[in-house]
């Protein structure tokens, strides 16, 4: 979208720039800061529609609850894990898996088991990562500061947005992590040893149709480019302008390769999500939870349940594509 339409859109009024104003702007890094918010915006939505998705599996693996409950979550206040069991056990209000008083393991996978902690550190450094764009964009970065009052003109490095490059580093590698264990999960599902459900989720004869099996493959290469993709940049730059610039964060690409995490991301959510769903339909249907039954419900307004073999990838770029526009959050709000 042009940005005067985008600004018009948003009932902004295009700015009128005086004196320095382009050159501030362009030293107040408006690119790699203005991809960063839409990075944010984007990570926000597929790691909520992550952990539904996980909320989802965890309903179809039958599994047990007592890692989110608020009493034994209190012994041991780890960043974002309070937020994230408060998140799924809202997600699963009313599942009968939050009655049931004999589960069918005492302890599930890792995994599963796990959800809350690994996706709450997510969580919570997407919060970090946003107080650190937010203070570039309340923030005046230009060099050198006209300092109006004081008649004066001062050297300065606000511009430099060292902060933001390691925000966003940690941020990629956090969501690497909820990669994993959403990687294993989809597995396990899949897996009739664990969930007690046909092999690779086939409601048809063992061995007459392929199921999910290929998916596999898929999932494990969409992990292994975000492990990738999540290693640190570094900061070893070429030195530029006759060796006075001979430092820089790489904020830019840092960014660009976190969004870059981010929308394999959405992949990897929309197929556990089909995948849950699918082992859902195949077990004993019992009562899902009110935002569970709602991801579900999602999941089979955009994707018909598998009978019979077919193509799933333009399925789980549907979902992707829906989650990125923000559809799942709008029905889990509803």
Do not use: W
């Amino acid at each position: 979208m042009p940005a005067r339409k985008a600004l018009h859109t948003a009932n902004i009024e295009l700015p009128t720039l005086g004196p320095k104003d382009a050159i501030a702007l362009l030293n107040a890094n408006a690119y790699g800061i203005g991809t960063g918010a839409l990075a944010l915006h984007d990570a926000g939505l597929v790691l909520q529609a992550q952990t539904a998705a996980g909320a989802l599996s965890l309903e179809a693996a039958g599994a047990n609850l007592s890692p989110t409950d608020p009493r034994v979550v209190a012994l041991r206040r780890a960043p974002g894990q309070v937020g994230a069991s408060r998140l799924i056990r809202s997600l699963m209000k009313g599942s009968d898996l939050l009655k049931a008083r004999h589960p069918r393991r005492v302890q599930d996978p890792l995994s599963f088991r796990c959800l809350a902690p690994v996706n709450g550190a997510a969580f919570d450094q997407l919060d970090r990562t946003e107080a650190a764009v937010l203070a570039d964009l309340n923030g005046a970065g230009d060099s050198p500061a006209v300092l109006v009052e004081d008649e004066e003109l001062m050297s300065t490095v606000n511009f430099d947005t060292t902060a933001v490059s390691l925000a966003f580093e940690s941020l990629g590698l956090a969501l690497s992590h909820t990669a994993a264990i959403a990687t294993f999960r989809i597995a396990k599902l899949m897996s009739p040893g664990f969930s007690g459900l046909p092999r690779f989720l086939t409601p048809k004869a063992a061995g007459a149709r392929t199921g999910f099996a290929t998916v596999q493959k898929t999932v494990s290469a969409l992990e292994a480019e975000i492990r990738h993709l999540a290693l640190p940049l570094g900061a070893m730059t070429a030195p530029v302008a006759d060796g006075v610039e001979d430092y820089a964060p790489m904020t830019p690409r840092v960014i660009e390769k976190t969004h870059e995490i981010v929308r394999r991301l959405a992949r990897l959510a929309a197929i556990e999500l089909v995948v849950a769903a699918q082992a859902v339909d195949l077990g004993d249907r019992r009562k899902l939870g009110r935002g569970t039954g709602q991801a579900f419900a999602f999941v089979r307004k955009h994707v018909a349940r598998l009978d019979e073999d077919r193509p799933t990838g333009p399925d789980f770029e549907r979902l992707a594509a829906a989650l990125l526009a923000g559809e799942l959050g709008a029905a889990l709000a509803a």
